[in-house]
């Protein structure tokens, strides 16, 4: 495979983890990375907080 193709082929799925984790809750993305449930909880209210305004 020619490197042109293999960067092609990278930024078209970083375009897809892109999509998938603009469509997550922050939450989430927050668990998902290791954070800790308490600390993500935070996440959860801000977006909650900013959804409300």
């Known amino acids: 495979m020619s490197r042109l193709q293999a960067d092609v082929d990278a930024y078209q799925k970083r ?3 892109d999509h998938e984790v603009d469509g997550m809750e922050r939450y989430r993305v927050c668990i998902d990375l290791g954070g800790l ?5 935070q996440l959860r209210r801000m977006e909650e ?3 409300a305004e």
């Open 15 to 17: 375009e897809g983890i």
């Open 37 to 41: 449930p308490d600390d993500c909880e």
């Open 49 to 51: 907080a900013a959804s």
